[in-house]
């Protein structure tokens, strides 16, 4: 299962790989990033959640609205 969230930096993307998944951003003009690699999709909703993705701007934001669990994101199918 493929998951996105949309915020204002970009879209995070959990996508699966051979031996987990893999926590991505599409940042608005385009260029992607890959921020890690997981043993399973809800680690890293909580690394976005926590703030502690790698992705700096998304890391030092003070206030933010993100989903605290996996079922707050969109899948893709």
Do not use: H
Request: proline letters at 4%; hydrophobic letters at 35%.
């Amino acid at each position: 299962m493929k998951y996105f969230y949309k915020t204002e930096f970009g879209t995070f993307f959990i996508i699966p790989s051979y031996d987990g998944v893999e926590l991505w951003i599409k940042e608005l003009l385009g260029s992607e990033e890959k921020l890690g690699s997981y043993p399973n999709a809800q680690m890293a909703a909580d690394d976005v959640y926590r703030c502690a993705t790698g992705y700096t701007d998304w890391d030092l934001q003070i206030d933010v609205d993100e989903p605290s669990d996996l079922e707050e994101w969109s899948k893709l199918q």
